[in-house]
């Protein structure tokens, strides 16, 4: 199984288009150590071939540019691509909105939660994928499934989905209702358990997770690899960079550090390799000369970059 990290910024990339913050600044003037990444997506290939995605961002014509494995092969046909399947962990703009650069009818698969389903349903804008060309199915909690290609052939990669702690999508909230509620337990952020013939081992992505609890870790124990929301270093980050009024926790997203951090909340799980996906612009440890990226890399963790591969 062959597993390509296509993205590793959140929402907005890196550097996002309208952030000057000294980050953003760094990456744009090529400092030294500072890199710029698209936005979160992986790409999960059984046989070399035939590749099936793990979210589709707003990128996703730059990663299939910078990515040969995803574009027509030289003897292929004239209209012709080796995404075989997209797999959608939720309904953010940042992971769904790709599906509109895909609309050539060109047949792929999209895998979704319910909810996920129901959202795309909703907004007819996602009719230019005409479900009898991109058929939509349904991801069911906890059932191991071999994802298929559109006219149901085996693309040899097997999928567990589950949900974890997060929130609905962010043009789901009730704007008039500051005061609501919007975190999700119950399917609408889901990390996928990811496998198939031959493979050493399961690679778990969860590029959005609000918090670690029992459930999660006991699934992680002895994972072969977890790429894992990165979002934050600290909870306040946007806050104290003045670039935002809100926590990660409001967005529904576990901070790196701290007593109730990934870090720590992970650091006696038996996982083999630990990989921060989903990093926010605000984010130090996108300073590869910064003292919060020794802390995660002293801590067994790795910051993810665009193009990072890893084969099990």
Known sequence: MRVKIIG??????FPQWNCNYRLSRAARSGTAGVH???????????DGTGWVLFNASPDIR???????????ADDAPLRSTPIRAVVLTNADVDHI????????????AIYATAQVLATLEANSIFNVLDPQIVPRRLLTPTEELAIRDADGRETGVVLESFPVPGKIALYLEQRDDPGADF???TGDTIGVRITGAGSRGAVFYIPGCARIDAALRAR?????????DGTLFTDDEMIIARVGPKTG?????IAMSGEAGSIAGLADVKIGRRVFVHINNTNPVLDENSA????????GWEVASDGMEMEF
């Open 8 to 13: 590793s910024a959140a929402g907005g990339g």
């Open 183 to 185: 975190s999700s337990d």
């Open 97 to 108: 909105a790709g599906l509109l650069s895909l609309r050539e009818r060109q047949p792929f």
């Open 220 to 228: 992680l124990v002895d994972a072969a690899c977890l790429l894992f």
């Open 292 to 299: 919060e990226h020794a802390a995660v890399k002293a801590a």
């Open 36 to 46: 710029s990444r698209t936005q979160s997506s992986i790409a999960a290939s059984a």
């Open 249 to 253: 926790a409001r967005m529904g997203h």
């Open 62 to 72: 730059q990663q299939i540019a910078q990515t040969p494995e995803l574009q027509p």
